[in-house]
Every structure is written in C-alpha cells, then in structure tokens.
C-alpha cells in the first residue's frame, strides 16, 4: 500500500515562529501535494511539486514556501506564523505523468495551532 | 473555473439502507473523478476513481458512476453499517496537469445502528 506519512501530527506554536511540516512518501510518486483544510472553505492547494526542485503555486501560496531536495520528501514552510494558519494541513502524493489517471493518495493530516 | 458541489451535506440513515451521494461539477470537459472517505481528524482515503472513459467503478458495497454530459456522479452505499459513518468527498480532475484538482465540500454520513 502506498504510504504517505506526516511526521507531526499536532503542533502548537507561537505567532512568528518559523514552522516545518514534512511529508515522505514510499511510492517513487512524481507529484506530491500540500493542502489546508478549514470548516467551511474546504480543501486549499497551497502548493505542488511535480519533480524534485519542481514547485507550482497553488490557490493559497502567500505566507507558506515549500522545498523538495529528494523525490520522497515535500517539506510546508511558515516562514513566520500567525494565527490565520491554524488549519488543519494535509499532504498528498500520486504517481502521474502529463496526463491523467492516477489516484492521489493522502497523509493523515497535521493539525497546526498557532497562538 | 470549476466548480464541484455535493448535496446534501450532511445525512443520517438506519442502519442497513442503500443510500446515495451526490457530486455535479460545472465543466464536464474532465479527466477523472475519484470519491473519497474522511473519518474525523483523519486524511483522506481513496474509495474509488472513475476516468473520463468510464461510467461506473465498484469496490465492494460501494459503486460509482459518472455521467459527464450532466456533470454529474453519484456514489452509492449499499447495506450501510455505522462503520461506514465518515465524511465522504468527490474531486474533480479537470486537466492533464496533476494540480487541477478541485473538491466538494463533503457529505456528512451517519449510519445509526
């Protein structure tokens, strides 16, 4: 089975810490996925990578970067946090060339309060 | 842009129904659609794709069917179970790039025993 792990299910921190979310996946995937999800609004692409050092904007990009150094690994950066990121962040993976067809699989999800 | 919906957003059913979800999208020029189930707190796990060619795909109790003409899917429960209590949620692949993804907001299932 594919496996995408978070590595940090809950994480408190304070407004302006610099904050690190890691996803690793175990299936040789291409493209991997971070998404916020909010009561209301939601799933959120905040940013995808289709290739390692290969990053596109999503529809949420402002206050986040993001860095993939190993086709494995897709790291969510808060350069500094406020409270408008509390949300709930969930990371994706699929094996997928230029067309379609594969499914995407997802993370159990990083719950992320910032105070 | 596109645009997914699923009515209703939440449901409650006894336990033993046949129940169906809904999902429609507003630009049926689509690749794939795939449902998914969320348990509270949790990821997303994959239930079902369909591509563009197909009508239906079935894992078990579960079957799903696509009619892109109507812009339209439906994902139906037979034999529900409380296990079977989750949100469940449909996305929409609108293109070849991986990222035209677009997800409804989800329907809330109850199965009550």
């Known amino acids: 089975d594919v496996k995408v792990t978070q590595s940090s299910r809950y994480l408190v921190k304070r407004t302006g810490e610099k904050v690190f979310l890691e996803c690793v996946q175990d299936m040789d995937h291409e493209n991997m996925f971070w998404y916020r999800q909010d009561p209301g609004l939601g799933l959120r692409l905040i940013y995808f990578?289709?290739?390692?050092?290969?990053?596109e904007k999503g529809d949420i990009p402002e206050g986040y970067s993001v860095s993939r150094e190993k086709k494995e690994r897709f790291s969510l950066i808060l350069e500094s946090a406020s409270t408008n990121q509390t949300s709930m962040y969930l990371c994706a993976s699929s094996k997928d060339g230029a067309r379609s067809g594969n499914t995407i699989y997802f993370g159990e999800g990083s719950w992320l309060t910032v105070v | 842009k596109q645009e997914v919906t699923q009515i209703p957003a939440a449901l409650s059913v006894p336990e033993g129904e046949n129940l169906v979800l809904n999902c429609s999208f507003t630009d049926s020029a689509i690749y794939n659609l795939q449902w998914f189930r969320q348990d509270p707190g949790k990821g997303l796990t994959s239930l079902l794709l369909i591509q563009s060619s197909q009508r239906e795909q079935t894992s078990g109790r579960l079957n799903a069917s696509l009619d892109k003409s109507s812009g339209r899917s439906t994902l139906y429960i037979a034999a529900s179970q409380p296990g079977d209590s989750a949100t469940y949620l449909c996305a929409v692949r609108l293109s070849g790039s991986a990222r035209q993804l677009t997800f409804g907001s989800g329907t809330q299932l109850t199965v009550l025993p």
């Open positions: 990578s289709y290739d390692v050092k290969m990053k």
